[in-house]
């Protein structure tokens, strides 16, 4: 049974654990024992090292890998910041359920099991739901959402990352289904980092040059009409974001908060990040990212959540396709960390630290 809307809050500060510090140590000194150069794996070692952390023991396992997609539509798209219209969102929605989409045909590669979830499409769809509402409104001529609906947004992805904790499941992905939502995710970035939107804005899914313009001018008008505290991250995201940033800022809330690594995919799930981070800082520790997107503001905020990507590859996809792809470099890290004998055990002599891990 689901738990009722009651029983979810957004945690504070306070509710965020800790990293397992033993747990990393131990982890750290078993990669040191490995029979290979040292730090040989560079950040795929860290990567190990913090899941430790996070879950608390060094034994790390991610055998059971699931991809929270949340999918909601922007009433900003009316603005004619998209190539398409909001029609697209739902057909896209209900091809996740039909596993057609890119991020479930790469996801059956990697061994990722893919939970679509309706949490604001302006249609009904095919995929579980947990609907906040019918789409945003144009954050254009109004606020995009009540406090209330951006407070439920957050608590539905929560409720996802609890769910799939009950179910087992040791590494949470994050991925998105919305037309519009680079601009609902630029808009979010700009306000909590209070900056212009002309460096973290880019393209999306192909605008022209006049579009990005459009797009642009239509986030600085936003902000400017409805004035969202960056010191409130839940004001910013009910002016000028999305049902789909809040239910992804939840995953990383709830993740954190029920111990489990949440992947970072591209800069849609950076901006709920960032969201996420601004509401308990401690949900940091808790984030894995996945690669360097395409749109400009990705950059910016890894730099603002002291993170770099684990991937290049100018991937501009959205889906959770990002995080997907980095299951494969972390199976392969964990049975080099799990299977690989110690120097002892082929009897050579140890590699030592000499200062610094390059």
Known sequence: MEERDSEIKIPGESEIPSPDEAAREKCRKRWLSIAKPLFGLGTL???????????GTADVSIDKKGLIVMCADNGVVEEGISQTDSSVTAVVTDNFARGLTSACLMSRAAGV???????????????????VAYGTKNMAKEPAMTREEAINSICAGIRAAKRLKRE??????????????????????AALLEED?????????????????????????????????????????SKVGGFDIGGLAGVFL?????????VMDGFISAAAALLACRIAPGVRDYILPSH???EPGMERILKELGKEAFIGCHMKLGEGTGAVA??????MTLEVYRKMPDFDGIQIEAYTPLGGEA
Do not use: W
């Open 197 to 237: 939107p002309e460096g973290l804005s880019g393209r999306g899914a192909g605008l022209s040059d006049a579009g990005l313009q459009r797009k642009r001018e239509v986030i600085r008008r936003a902000i400017s009409l409805h004035r969202p505290d960056p010191a409130d991250p839940i004001d910013v995201l």
């Open 45 to 55: 070692e860290d990567a190990v090292i913090q899941m430790a952390g996070i879950t």
């Open 292 to 294: 360097m997107s395409g």
């Open 113 to 131: 099991d893919v939970f679509p979830i309706d949490v604001g499409v302006a249609a009904d769809t095919m995929v579980y739901t947990d609907k």
């Open 168 to 189: 087992g499941y040791q590494i949470l992905l994050t991925g998105e289904m919305g037309i519009g939502n680079t601009t609902t995710s630029s808009a979010v970035a």
């Open 326 to 331: 980095l299951m494969p470099l972390l199976d």
């Open 254 to 262: 709830g993740g954190a908060m029920e111990h489990l690594p949440v």
